[in-house]
């Protein structure tokens, strides 16, 4: 919905982007930001070999596996045009399927706590991307007014 006209590479890259995301599990890593960004980093790596192997196996030139691994990888977020497009989809993706469950998981999060959350969520997408949110995404309704503050205090 949110890139009709998005190329061949863009297009694997979103449906790779979370493929055996629980392989690595999060506890692995210690709780802390640093902690999460060594996850978070470890699984773009992981995204990247599996989702390689699989290209490689159904017939993708090494071409097209290398273009896919540096969007899995967010090569150039902020400045390449699909890599930017792979975040807005991925921060999309959050806000409609998975910010419910991921807010009964935490219901011991302070309002603070899940604002910036949704901030962070928000800030690595473009403009186009956060406009995307009240335009082609069914918001939970009873988190709307959350997301509404994080937009109004970015």
Do not use: C
């Amino acid at each position: 919905r949110f890139a009709p006209g998005a190329s061949e590479a863009l297009r694997l890259a979103v449906r790779a982007q979370h493929i055996g995301r629980w392989t690595i599990p999060r506890d692995t890593y210690p709780k802390t930001p640093e902690g999460y960004q060594q996850w978070r980093r470890e699984l773009m790596r992981f995204h990247a070999q599996t989702a390689g192997a699989l290209l490689r196996e159904a017939g993708y030139d090494e071409a097209m596996v290398e273009r896919v691994a540096a969007l899995l990888q967010k090569r150039g977020l902020k400045s390449n045009a699909e890599t930017q497009a792979l975040e807005d989809v991925i921060g999309l993706v959050f806000l409609e399927h998975t910010l419910a469950s991921f807010a009964s998981e935490h219901g011991d999060y302070e309002e603070a706590k899940f604002i910036d959350i949704l901030q962070k969520t928000l800030r690595k997408m473009s403009a186009e991307g956060r406009e995307a949110v009240f335009r082609l995404v069914r918001l939970p309704d009873a988190l709307r007014p959350l997301i509404d503050k994080a937009v109004a205090t970015l």
